[in-house]
């Protein structure tokens, strides 16, 4: 099942999507209700009606505005660096890596999880604000995100994909000069707008996670081609690794890394400009496009 959030007639409504034929529908749980939001859906599922939600007039997808699926997770964005060979090999040699010293040390032994703030997540279609005299230096990273649905602490990798409610796609924008300055990831990641996600979420039930192709285009030329059999780290692995420390809870978002192909792999870097549009597709998961905001656009409060 595909479901979205989204604003209809200026309410905030949970749908689920039937793409092929262009239309959403609300969904209603066993009780009748409409649940307020993507994680309460998610927090009972057990509770989701079909035949409820079948009933619901559908309205066309054309009719709504898709909103992120999480428009504003509970908690940080977890995410995974240097998780693809070709990209960790590529990010090595760039020179903003400051956990590598040379090729040898490209390929980590261990996972490198960071996060991106809550309010760095935007919607399809939303503008990504080009930072005008803070950043000039805007990459792009196609990925493959989870979204998690049964909380659990120490969950061991064979148990999982037991937890994995779904999966949506993430463009995890960057500010590569922060990144290199401050010698970490998390402010050069959390600019407000560098998360977009979306267009919505497919359940688990209907994903091979482990054979997805990911493709990522600027301005129509295709930079990043990959598929997720070349993750150095699985998902079963990420979630063990990250529920060891703590408890994974309903809605919480695990972005996998990105492939080869970002702005900073080309000689010399091909960073974002105002007016470039990323497009982002992953296997059946659709497709998820943002432009970015010319510094006139930017809003200044």
């Not at 990959?226 to 780290?233: E, K």
């Amino acid at each position: 099942m595909r479901v979205a959030s989204v604003l209809a007639g200026g309410a905030r409504l949970v749908v689920s999507i039937d793409d092929k034929q262009q239309l959403v529908r609300p969904i209603r749980l066993a009780d009748g209700t409409k649940p307020a939001s993507m994680i309460e859906l998610i927090e009972r599922y057990d509770e989701f009606d079909p035949g409820r939600s079948k009933n619901e007039q559908p309205m066309p997808l054309a009719d709504v505005e898709l909103l992120a699926p999480i428009p504003r997770p509970s908690r940080n964005v977890f995410c995974v660096g240097k998780n693809y060979h070709t990209h960790a090999r590529e990010f090595a040699r760039s020179g903003f890596d400051s956990s590598a010293t040379g090729d040898k040390d490209a390929i980590p032994t261990a996972p490198y999880i960071f996060t991106k703030a809550p309010e760095s997540v935007i919607g399809p279609g939303s503008p990504i604000l080009y930072p005008a005299g803070v950043s000039d230096s805007l990459d792009y990273e196609a990925e493959l995100a989870v979204i998690i649905g049964k909380p659990g602490r120490k969950i061991v990798s064979d148990d999982a994909y037991r937890h994995v409610w779904g999966y949506t796609i993430i463009n995890d924008v960057t500010a590569r000069d922060w990144q290199a300055r401050h010698k970490q990831w998390f402010l050069g990641k959390s600019f407000e707008t560098f998360c977009p996600m979306g267009p919505w979420v497919v359940t688990a039930d209907e994903v091979d996670p482990e054979s997805l192709d990911i493709r990522c285009w600027v301005n129509n030329e295709l930079r990043q081609d990959a598929n997720t059999r070349d993750l150095i780290f699985d998902i079963p692995t990420l979630i063990a690794t990250i529920s060891a420390t703590m408890t994974l809870l309903p809605g919480d978002v695990i972005a996998t890394g990105t492939p080869a192909g970002v702005g900073i792999g080309f000689q010399p870097p091909r960073y974002l400009q105002p007016g470039d549009q990323i497009t982002i597709e992953i296997g059946s998961l659709g497709r998820l496009t943002n432009a970015v905001a010319a510094p006139s656009d930017t809003p200044t409060s």
